[in-house]
């Protein structure tokens, strides 16, 4: 991380489209003497209502801390696009945070068409990831010392690939079942090399559900994330395969479902040539 970010956590928000919260909070993690979190209105708010993502850094412990007080932070808040990472979203901020304003942050940091097209990469088997990167440059109206503890998304390294302690687990047994799973993998960015990772976690949990949990949405994620995976270099084979065993007893419901999209499109085309 760059000087001055002394924290970098990730948050998974999952079930993203199917949210009926207007605000969701990450867990609380801490910098420096206090507490923080993230929040977001995955609708977007104020005059964005409808329109952008909101997200914001909010000091978690404002009400703890001493009359007064103040921290003057440096932020880099990232929406991260998970098929490509040159086409995340990220943006810094600079700001006194105090008892008149405890949070900061973007009303707009991307618009919701955006982040809902499926084929975009910020919605990925139902979940949006964002990074947060967090120093504290100026205390005033220090809170009593804080022993910090593992509370959020602290990274661990596997193989070259930085992930959460809770997935320390399936990584490694990953790399058992399949050493060479990553042996032609190309990209070298950390923060890429860990959104690709997360994603094949995500792909074999799905595909180690029942087939017949799965609709045909999710199977259409899953090819798409193995699309991708492959692409990147993994050697997914094996997964490719099982994805094929699921799909088969399902080529006829596709097949319906598809014919009827064909229809649809038949009918919309001729009523746009009606209209003109």
Not at 52 to 68: R, T
Not at 99 to 126: C, K, P
Not at 255 to 263: A, G, P, R, T, Y
């Amino acid at each position: 991380m760059e000087k001055h970010y002394e924290k970098k956590i990730a948050w998974t928000i999952k079930n993203f489209s199917s949210l009926q919260s207007e605000i969701v909070y990450s867990d609380n993690f801490v910098v420096g003497d206090s507490k923080w979190r993230l929040r977001a209105y995955p609708k977007g708010s104020g005059e964005y209502k409808n329109k952008s993502l909101s997200l914001f850094l909010s000091v978690a412990d404002s009400e703890s801390l001493p009359y007064g007080w103040k921290r003057h932070s440096k932020y880099r808040l990232t929406v991260v696009n998970q098929t490509s990472e040159k086409l995340s979203k990220q943006i810094v901020g600079n700001a006194w945070f105090d008892q008149e304003g405890s949070d900061w942050g973007f009303r707009a940091i991307i618009h919701l068409t955006e982040l809902a097209d499926v084929n975009g990469g910020f919605v990925v088997n139902g979940e949006v990831k964002i990074v947060a990167e967090v120093g504290v440059l100026e205390v005033v109206g220090k809170s009593d010392v804080l022993v910090e503890t593992p509370l959020v998304n602290e990274s661990i390294n596997v193989n070259g690939f930085q992930i959460l302690p809770s997935q320390v687990e399936s990584v490694n047994s990953l790399f058992e079942e399949h050493p060479d799973i990553a042996s032609t993998f190309r990209p070298e960015n950390t923060h890429l090399r860990t959104t690709y990772m997360h994603s094949l976690l995500s792909l074999t949990e799905i595909l180690c559900q029942s087939p017949e949990k799965l609709s045909n949405d999710d199977l259409a994620n899953a090819y798409s994330t193995l699309t991708c995976g492959t692409k990147a270099g993994f050697k997914l084979d094996w997964l490719e395969k099982k994805l094929k065993e699921v799909g088969e007893s399902r080529v006829q419901e596709i097949e319906e479902e598809l014919k009827d999209m064909k229809q649809k499109c038949a009918d919309m085309e001729a009523l746009l040539e009606f209209l003109k």
